[in-house]
């Protein structure tokens, strides 16, 4: 499909062999270093101070972000393989996107880094963690966008786990003054990023955080979040938010003010949020969008009327919080009316980014 098209085996030949394998030690890519112990356990273990076999990361320094991202690569590739008809690696895949579990401490409701022994370890304080490549466990919680659901029930609930997202972001200075928020509370430094509890809108293990409300019934505060970290991106020099990573900030900047941005990576899902125009006009490749255009329109948004209120694809109502690819290609217009005052659109039962089974 799309770019992969006539090469969809080969690609995932060379996914599963990463997926199953470590490379040898005369070849220069890492892959997944801690395969070994990923595939018996079900986790990668966090092993300090260990000399690196290659230069450059290693996934033993990050043991338990390795975890996560191992997992959610997983779930991925368990869809590829679904598609492809390889029924047996699609379900052995699916398993392992749930490995996720195997690093979330119930005695501090967080995920936590595990030694060789399967011990965990380090600060039981999340916030000073241990384990996670740039970031911390509260800032690595949310990334599990394959099982939002099943995450939230670790937690103890919707209840529980929207209270955490407000502490995260610091929703209630939030409201009150979004671009002081931003600046003075989530921001601490360029390269900061260790030894915290809020929310880091600069550096990638965030990415989809505020796209988490969209699965905890409460969808507006995805908007307030999205729009306070659009403040941090200006035209001044300093007017990029941390470092732009091959365009991956930038790509959440455009994407995140045009109201789409996709919530579960290697997927065809996109997040819903209120855009910062009016009207955006896209030109799309046919090839791909039989439309060739799709135009996104929220009359009136504005930093006080930024809440939806109701959206429809062409003249269909739209009561879900995301839309998929074929959903995209078969659209013309996506239009959002916008008020001063949360809604209860998007909070139904089914309006949520299904989990991947």
Do not use: C
């Not at 789409?260 to 490749?285: A, C, H, K, M, N």
């Amino acid at each position: 499909q799309g770019l992969l098209k006539g090469h969809e085996e080969e690609a995932y030949r060379a996914l599963k062999n990463n997926a199953d394998g470590v490379p040898p030690t005369d070849s220069a890519p890492v892959g997944r270093e801690a395969n070994k112990e990923y595939l018996a356990d079900g986790f990668a273990p966090y092993v300090k101070d260990r000399p690196h076999a290659k230069p450059g990361d290693s996934d033993y320094d990050h043991g338990a972000s390795a975890t996560l991202e191992y997992a959610l690569s997983d779930a991925m590739l368990g869809q590829m393989a679904e598609e492809l008809g390889h029924d047996a690696d699609a379900k052995r895949y699916t398993e392992r996107a749930q490995n996720y579990r195997k690093i979330f401490d119930s005695s501090t409701g967080f995920f936590r880094a595990r030694d060789a022994s399967g011990a965990f370890t380090g600060p039981a304080d999340p916030a000073q963690s241990e384990g996670f490549h740039e970031g911390t466990s509260w800032q690595y919680q949310w990334l599990v966008p394959q099982d939002l659901p099943g995450m939230v029930g670790l937690i103890g609930g919707t209840d529980l786990a929207n209270q955490r997202l407000d502490s995260f972001f610091a929703y209630d200075q939030l409201v009150k003054d979004p671009a002081k928020t931003a600046r003075e509370v989530w921001v601490n430094g360029p390269y900061d990023y260790y030894n915290a509890d809020k929310y880091n809108p600069q550096n990638e293990p965030d990415l989809i955080a505020p796209y988490t409300y969209l699965s905890t019934g409460q969808p507006w505060k995805t908007t307030d979040v999205v729009h306070a970290a659009l403040t941090l991106f200006t035209d001044t020099p300093t007017g990029m938010t941390g470092n732009d990573d091959l365009g991956t900030m930038s790509a959440w900047n455009v994407l995140s003010s045009i109201g789409i941005f996709p919530v579960q990576p290697g997927t065809d899902t996109w997040g819903l949020s209120t855009p910062v125009f009016e009207r955006v006009d896209l030109t799309l490749d046919r090839k791909y969008y039989p439309k060739g255009k799709l135009t996104v329109r929220a009359e009136g948004t504005s930093d006080t009327a930024r809440y939806i209120q109701s959206a429809r694809t062409d003249r269909t109502a739209l009561d879900r919080t995301y839309l998929t690819t074929g959903d995209l290609r078969g659209l013309r217009n996506l239009s959002f009316t916008v008020g001063e005052q949360p809604s209860a659109w998007g909070t139904g039962a089914d309006a949520a980014p299904p989990a991947l089974r």
